[in-house]
């Protein structure tokens, strides 16, 4: 008889429960801002459009969107968050936060380099 394996169990205190969802009302934003400001009950993070090419503090940035959540939910979203980045990053790269250093380090348009041989 031939060896037949089974998959392993999964744990059902650490098994993801997989919800229904429902797209109908979705819409989307792009944002490239985030304030998160904090209560004792919960978190808001509030999101926007930067549109300034260098730091400018006399124009407001003008945000669009604030989700609000409890901390429960807030952990559950940086450990998603924290996997998600952590996968790019082991593929593309370790993503630089400082724009100048990520400015220096970047390569320049028409190659820059030596000439191929």
Do not use: W
């Not at 919800?19 to 304030?35: A, E, G, I, K, M």
């Not at 380090?105 to 190659?111: D, F, I, L, N, S």
Request: proline share 10%; with cysteine.
């Amino acid at each position: 008889m031939p060896d037949d394996p089974k998959p392993a169990a999964q744990d059902p205190a650490t098994a993801q429960p997989q919800f229904p969802t429902d797209y109908s009302n979705l819409s989307t934003v792009y944002t490239n801002f985030c304030r998160v400001s904090v209560t004792p009950e919960e978190l808001a993070l509030d999101f926007g459009l930067n549109t300034q090419m260098s730091p400018n503090p006399t124009e407001a940035i003008k945000l669009s969107h604030r989700v609000v959540m409890n901390f429960y939910t807030a952990k559950r979203l940086m450990n998603a968050l924290l996997g998600v980045v952590s996968q790019y990053e082991n593929t593309y790269g370790v993503l630089e936060l400082d724009f100048q250093r990520r400015a220096r380090t970047a390569p320049r348009p028409g190659g820059g380099g030596t000439s191929p041989r």
